[in-house]
């Protein structure tokens, strides 16, 4: 199904912490549920979950990103590590602190979500040494995978000359965007909001129809091609030349959302490197996107059990 090719992955790394327990009795101090902790989980989150899902389906990958110098960027990077990623590309800046979200889940249930982070932009320093080396971390890649969370990294002039070489190179560039500034991803072969995120890009009065949306997101954006992820109602396939392509999502018993997107991501990523069309890679999104949501917290989807999973609802 997919050839292990090269792949650039680029965004910001987080440390997402799963603490799992049960729920049997109110705190006296305030109305709030105790949880009685049975297991703790540490996994790299953010563009780090589409690396590992990368991995998964067989991708080798140089990561480009930033961690803190502390413990948690440490972890990540250590992790990351112990799965064959080239981590070279990944930058360490002592003010940063590593951003980690800690996730409690009771019975199977999120019941809250606690986030250390900051938002500040990639020192100026580290953005020109990061700038001055992409053609370094270029070399070999047959795709560029963008995973935006919106926490400093991606910086515009940063974001500018990585989509600029890669035009320059022919290299396909796909993007899961943050925020309704859509401009920020000018020149990239396709960005992948979901309906919500592409809706407030558009800024168009309420009630436009998807096709309304994509039209003005097309005309405002210099892309080659917009996918729309619209839960419950699959994909949508935007492009100037081939219109609108509808992909009916494979529905599987929701368990959490949490990842899902960079999931696709890594799908759609190891797709197009693989020599596959964006109608092939859009229909494997769906199949993984299925299985992602099944499961609970950021999920990994193998090559094999999407080949399974795609073969099943063929049949």
Do not use: W
């Not at 009795?25 to 563009?47: C, F, N, T, Y």
């Not at 795709?143 to 935006?148: L, Q």
């Not at 039209?215 to 996918?227: C, F, G, P, S, Y």
Request: net charge negative; charged share 25%; hydrophobic share 45%.
């Amino acid at each position: 199904m997919f050839t292990p090719k090269k792949i650039l992955a680029v965004g910001d790394l987080m440390l997402d912490l799963y603490t799992f327990g049960s729920v049997e009795r109110i705190s006296p101090e305030a109305p709030i549920p105790i949880l009685h902790v049975s297991e703790e989980r540490r996994h790299a989150g953010g563009v780090g979950n589409a690396i590992l899902n990368l991995r998964s389906l067989g991708m080798q990958v140089v990561a480009l990103s930033r961690v803190g110098d502390d413990a948690e960027g440490a972890l990540l990077l250590a992790e990351l590590e112990s799965e064959g990623v080239d981590v070279s590309g990944v930058v360490v800046e002592k003010s940063f602190p590593t951003p980690r979200k800690n996730r409690m889940i009771a019975s199977g249930q999120q019941i809250v979500r606690v986030d250390h982070e900051s938002t500040s932009p990639l020192s100026p320093f580290l953005e020109k040494r990061v700038i001055e080396r992409l053609a370094l971390y270029l070399e070999e890649i047959a795709v560029v995978a963008i995973s935006d969370y919106a926490k400093g990294f991606l910086t515009p002039t940063l974001l500018s000359a990585l989509i600029g070489l890669t035009r320059e190179r022919g290299i396909p560039l796909v993007v899961d965007p943050k925020g309704v500034d859509f401009g920020r991803y000018h020149g990239a072969t396709l960005i992948k909001p979901n309906l919500l995120e592409a809706t407030l890009s558009a800024r168009l009065a309420p009630g436009a129809t998807i096709d309304q949306i994509a039209e003005q997101i097309l005309a405002d954006v210099a892309i080659d091609h917009l996918m729309i992820t619209r839960s419950s109602e699959g994909i949508s396939l935007f492009s100037h030349e081939e219109g609108r392509h509808d992909f009916p999502a494979r529905l599987h018993q929701v368990k959490d959302v949490t990842g899902a997107g960079d999931t696709v991501l890594a799908v759609v990523t190891a797709s197009l490197a693989s020599g596959l069309d964006l109608k092939e890679a859009s229909e494997l999104a769906n199949v993984a996107a299925g299985i992602a949501i099944s499961r609970l917290g950021c999920a990994r989807v193998t090559a094999t059990e999407l080949e399974a999973q795609n073969h099943r609802a063929e049949c």
